[in-house]
Nanobody
Framework: VQLQAFGGGLVQAGGSLRLSCAASGRTFSSYTMGWFRQAPGKEREFVAGISWSVGSTYADSLKGRFTISRDNAKNTVDLQMNSLKPEDTAVYYC?????????????????WGRGTLVTVSS
């Protein structure tokens, strides 16, 4: 599976941004997809995940502001980010794992795309 994330950019605090991740591969629909982010000087952290069978899950601190969705017909997974804060500034990565179950650790995902930078100005 090859992944490519796009949609990052500069946004003011309180604004919204929608990231997309395009995936190649015939078995996309069977993968659990995840979004992670990495701020400067910090470890990569889980943002959200979506399974083909058991729904979606979010980092507790981001519930209510971020929404993950997927379109299996288009092989895409999106991350809608609302009410953005300066602390949301990071490189955002999409990832895939060959499982129906969620995972929140980076090592549990086999495939990674290049990140897309999101900068939230105050």
């Amino acid at each position: 599976v090859q992944l490519q994330a796009f949609g990052g950019g500069l946004v003011q605090a309180g604004g919204s941004l929608r990231l997309s991740c395009a995936a190649s591969g015939r078995t996309f629909s069977s993968y659990t997809m995840g979004w992670f982010r990495q701020a400067p000087g910090k470890e990569r952290e889980f943002v959200a995940g979506i399974s083909w069978s058991v729904g979606s899950t979010y980092a507790d601190s981001l519930k209510g502001r971020f929404t993950i969705s997927r379109d299996n017909a288009k092989n895409t997974v999106d991350l809608q980010m609302n009410s953005l804060k300066p602390e949301d500034t990071a490189v955002y990565y999409c990832a895939a794992r060959d499982s129906r179950w969620f995972a929140r650790k980076t090592y549990e995902y086999e495939y990674w795309g290049r990140g897309t930078l999101v900068t939230v100005s105050s």
